[in-house]
Antibody
Framework: EVHLVESGGGLVQPGRSLRISCTASGFTFGDYGMGWVRQAPGEGLEWVGIIRRKTFGATTQYAASVRGRFTISRDDSKSTTYLQMNSLKTEDTAVYFC?????????????WGQGTLVTVSS | DTQMTQSPSTLSASVGDRVAITCRASQSITKWLAWYQQKPGKAPKLLICKASDLESGVPSRFSGSGFGTEFTLTISGLQPDDFATYYCQQYNTYPWTFGQGTKVEIK
């Protein structure tokens, strides 16, 4: 069974950095692209970015709202993907969900973690 | 960016009703559209991928249709467990984008 578990969320001051992690189990991590989606309190879903699997160069794509500030990486040996968030703003406050693409032919998000809350506030 | 516009934003319906949610893309996304269901405090759940492919384990009362820029999620015979918020998402062109959501409420 696929499991995705996020960790590392918490309270951080504006302008500071935070790294959150997502550790996966139940599948061969290196065979799949992974993504991040966030949801501000009371708001809808916002796509943050993705990292493709290494056979596709482990390339990344980001939403305009985080490009240049956030970096997604992966460590296949640890079945973990990371979201490094720099220069945090109050509007980055959200629950951050880790996601896995459905399969090698469809990149919709069939699997989600439970989410980790990041609060940016002074 | 490809904008996704859902309508309505809120839908009031009764158990047993047939309901439809529309999602419009600002440019063609061919078939690369997913529908998700989210309940309060929970992660979203994939219902439909590639516009009309029902995800394994999802009840057959859910169906999706459309291609290009116009898509519809239909629930035939609303059940108590279906009262939730529904989102469409395009994954044709980066950055991928979600619709703003449709909340299905009990009438």
């Amino acid at each position: 069974e696929v499991h995705l578990v996020e960790s590392g969320g918490g309270l951080v001051q504006p302008g500071r950095s935070l790294r959150i992690s997502c550790t996966a189990s139940g599948f061969t991590f290196g065979d799949y692209g992974m993504g991040w989606v966030r949801q501000a309190p009371g708001e809808g879903l916002e796509w943050v970015g993705i990292i493709r699997r290494k056979t596709f160069g482990a390339t990344t794509q980001y939403a305009a709202s985080v490009r240049g500030r956030f970096t997604i990486s992966r460590d296949d040996s640890k079945s973990t993907t990371y979201l490094q968030m720099n220069s945090l703003k109050t509007e980055d406050t959200a629950v951050y969900f880790c996601t896995r693409e459905r399969d090698n032919f469809d990149s919709s998000y069939a699997y989600w973690g439970q989410g980790t809350l990041v609060t940016v506030s002074s | 960016d490809t904008q996704m516009t859902q309508s309505p934003s809120t839908l009031s319906a009764s158990v047993g009703d047939r309901v439809a949610i529309t999602c419009r893309a600002s440019q063609s996304i061919t078939k690369w559209l997913a529908w998700y269901q989210q309940k309060p405090g929970k992660a979203p759940k994939l219902l439909i991928c590639k516009a009309s492919d029902l995800e394994s384990g999802v009840p057959s009362r859910f169906s999706g249709s459309g291609f290009g820029t116009e898509f519809t999620l239909t629930i035939s015979g609303l059940q108590p467990d279906d009262f939730a918020t529904y989102y469409c998402q395009q994954y044709n062109t980066y950055p991928w984008t979600f619709g703003q959501g449709t909340k299905v409420e009990i009438k």
